[in-house]
């Protein structure tokens, strides 16, 4: 915050009860302080440019959640061949490819990222289309990092003629209520600013870490192989002035995947960016990227809509009730839960005890018991939330690959209740990154999904396609870590609006 803080006045300090700029909690309102764009010219430049750059944009998200600020898109959860072409062929600026690597190990994830990033290279030389590459990783720092990015980095230099000269860090997602400034990324919990390395995310089992300043993070994930003194920092200064000439600069001196950190609290810092980051595109020099929600959907020039409304996800008449499935276990989904179990709408509970893993075969009798009684319910009109028993079930050590494992499993057995339903939900909600990602893959069998848009800030919503356990159900994919305590609750009696 030390560039905010220089303009602020003692009294404004004492008002947001910020006591110094380094990285200390902050009220939210000091957003409001930063001054304003022309945001029309900044759109204006923008739509140009993206057209003058032309490329088909790929965007690998890590899990089903990096589409909650996009519309009117395809999400293909396989990256054959055959696929990425048809992909590179639709009208559309982009497409998503879900590959839900934060659920897998390393080894799978450098595995899958070789494949992906061989067949982008084929079917990008055979349309005769060029390309960008988006790893969409969650916006609150978590995921397989640096591996992802340099696996792509390595592939597309050997499988092309580029070379990459930087990558760009950019975790800004509004909707989440997640900002960086002064390089320091924040986490907004009710009103105030929490720098992300304070906060529970922070202790992933598996991809836990210590620092807030994106540079800082950025050296520890890479053991010290990149230095935070030597990356490049664009500021909210030179965004908010819209200060081009610099920021393009900045971006063409970056060489040998220099990293690139982002500032930003609002779209139209992405949008400023995004003008420069175009015209050094078209200079010739290449990035990959490694971003959160919003950056896809300003590249792709994708436009604002509204919340989806009862209307366009439920067909009227509609007499069986719905499916919720909360798998995660954050602090922010519990209280969603709690909150959720005050409505008054008719929705039955049923919890599923996954500490069962530790029993010989005691998943396979909870998930036949808990399916039954899910959907009795449904076929008799009434929507039914199966959630985990909210106790973690962690491993007593520090070993990260056995607790992913663990959690695979469990996510595996709690999918497994809709994959044996036979009656059809008149919606199905899943509450959790790997918990969505498996529903959508395993439980329903998606290979291509549309994007609907979203019910709620940060809360998308697919159609499934016609190859799917249910076709073309409004699948809601809401992640663990995004709402208020209110959220999950306004969510769902929206979709049992048409009852009332």
Not at 291 to 300: D, F, H, I, Q
Not at 338 to 348: F, G, H, N, T, V
Request: charged share 25%.
């Amino acid at each position: 915050m030390r560039q905010v803080c220089a303009k602020l006045k003692k009294t404004d300090l004492v008002e947001l009860n910020m006591s110094d700029c380094n990285g200390n909690e902050i009220s939210f309102t000091v957003l409001n302080m930063l001054p304003e764009v022309d945001r029309e010219s900044i759109q204006r430049k923008l739509s140009g440019a993206l057209a003058r750059l032309g490329r088909k944009i790929v965007v690998l998200d890590d899990d089903p959640t990096g589409i909650q600020t996009v519309h009117g898109v395809s999400v293909y959860t396989t990256w054959d061949e055959k696929t990425l072409l048809n992909a590179f062929q639709e009208d559309a600026p982009l497409f998503f490819i879900l590959t839900n690597s934060r659920a897998l190990t390393g080894e799978q994830t450098a595995k899958l990222h070789r494949e992906i990033a061989i067949n982008i290279a084929q079917a990008s030389r055979e349309m005769g289309k060029d390309f960008l590459v988006i790893s969409r990783g969650d916006s609150t720092l978590r995921g397989h990092y640096p591996l992802e990015t340099d696996r792509l980095r390595s592939v597309l230099e050997a499988e092309t003629d580029k070379r990459y000269d930087g990558e760009i860090i950019l975790p800004f997602f509004r909707e989440g209520g997640r900002y960086t400034l002064d390089n320091i990324h924040y986490v907004k919990e009710g009103n105030q600013l929490i720098p992300v390395g304070n906060t529970e995310f922070a202790h992933d089992k598996t991809f836990g870490y210590r620092e807030s300043h994106l540079g800082k993070w950025c050296e520890e994930k890479t053991l010290g192989l990149y230095k935070a003194k030597d990356m490049i920092y664009l500021s909210l200064d030179d965004l908010r002035t819209a200060n081009l000439d610099r920021l393009t600069m900045q971006l063409a001196g970056a060489a040998n995947f220099q990293k690139i950190i982002v500032n930003a609290v609002d779209y139209v810092d992405v949008e400023v960016f995004a003008i420069a980051l175009c015209t050094v595109l078209l200079m010739g020099r290449e990035f990959i990227f490694r971003s959160a929600a919003a950056l896809p959907k300003v590249m792709g020039g994708i436009s604002d809509k509204p919340l989806l409304s009862p209307a366009e996800l439920i067909v009227p008449g509609e007499k069986h009730g719905g499916m919720v499935l909360v798998g995660s276990h954050v602090g922010k989904t519990s209280r969603q839960l709690a909150e959720l179990r005050q409505s008054k709408c008719p929705i039955d509970y049923i919890e599923f005890n996954q500490h069962l893993v530790l029993v010989e075969n005691g998943l396979i009798g909870e998930v036949t018991r808990v399916s039954r009684m899910a959907d009795a319910s449904i076929s008799e009109g009434r929507t039914v939330v199966v959630y985990t028993r909210r106790e973690r079930m962690d491993l007593p050590n520090d070993d990260q690959e056995g607790q992913l494992r663990i959690s695979v499993e469990i996510s595996t057995a709690v999918t497994d209740v809709i994959a044996r339903l036979i009656s059809r939900p008149r919606f199905i909600l899943a509450k959790g990154g790997i918990t969505s990602s498996d529903v959508g893959t395993r439980a329903l069998g998606v290979k291509r999904a549309t994007v609907m848009g979203q019910i709620a800030p940060g809360v998308p919503v697919w159609q499934t396609g016609a190859e799917s356990k249910f076709p073309y159900i409004p699948y809601v994919i809401f992640p663990g870590n995004v709402g208020e305590d209110t959220t999950l609750r306004t969510v769902v009696e929206k979709l049992l609006e048409a009852d009332r």
